[in-house]
């Protein structure tokens, strides 16, 4: 199984800075014939479901604010909120898709 | 736009079973597949399995297989999740989630609200 290991667990970031949020892969991600990272970061809010954010590692999904973008490759990947808002406060997670059983990082959870 | 409704909460009893379905909508139902996560009180997400509903093939994660099943009903465009044996540690959150795509490497992208099953003597 690949294991997935998110850094920090919690994450205080001030309104209007920036917040980095690390994921990392026991194994790579990145599929040789397609050249993507399969590899995605959800956000969720209290009470509700996960929300996709990106994919692929560094692809936004549609209508989510350009503040928020992925980076990285092989084992090591980057969610980064470019200026934290009110509405961001959440906790998030990363997961890869390369091989079942699919895995989830355990979670970031980002506090004003 | 798409839609996932999942079934409402459940209490169930140590070693009974347990039904949750999603019913989508919004998009052709066969071309997409679905998985089940789970997320227990408090704590993080937890892959369940896999179903493409065009041909029923199905991907289990090893900690559930024989005693969880996925279907999917494509005259009504519902996916199941049965869970048996229930034990206290399967209360949680169930959440449907649709892929973006119909195998089971394509990324999630859009999540049913979750239904919340409690096993409790």
């Known amino acids: 199984d690949i294991v997935v290991t998110q850094s920090p667990e919690f994450l205080v970031v001030s309104l209007g800075e920036r917040a980095t949020i690390n994921c990392k892969s026991s194994q790579s991600v990145l599929y040789n014939s397609d050249n993507k990272n399969y590899l995605a970061w959800f956000q969720q809010k209290p009470g509700q479901p996960p929300k996709l954010l990106i994919y692929w590692a560094s692809t936004r999904e549609s209508g989510v604010p350009d503040r928020f973008s992925g980076s990285g490759s092989g084992t090591d990947f980057t969610l980064t909120i470019s200026s934290l808002q009110a509405e961001d406060v959440a906790v998030y997670y990363c997961q890869q898709y390369y091989s079942t059983p699919l895995t989830f990082g355990g979670g970031t959870k980002v506090e004003i | 736009q798409v839609q996932l409704v999942q079934s409402g909460g459940e209490v169930k009893e140590p070693g009974a079973s347990v039904r949750v379905s999603c019913k989508a909508s919004g998009y052709t139902f066969t071309n997409y597949g679905f998985s089940w996560v789970r997320q227990a009180p408090g704590q993080g997400l937890q892959w369940m399995g896999w179903i493409s509903p065009s041909n029923g093939n199905t991907n289990y994660a090893q900690n559930f297989q024989g005693r969880f099943t996925m279907t999917t009903d494509t005259s009504t465009s519902t996916a199941y999740m049965e869970l048996r044996s229930l034990r206290s540690d399967d209360t949680a959150i169930y959440f449907c989630?649709?892929?973006?795509?119909?195998?089971?490497?394509?990324?999630?992208?859009?999540w049913g609200q979750g239904t919340l099953v409690t096993v409790s003597s």
């Open positions: 989630a649709r892929l973006n795509g119909n195998t089971w490497w394509d990324n999630f992208d859009s």
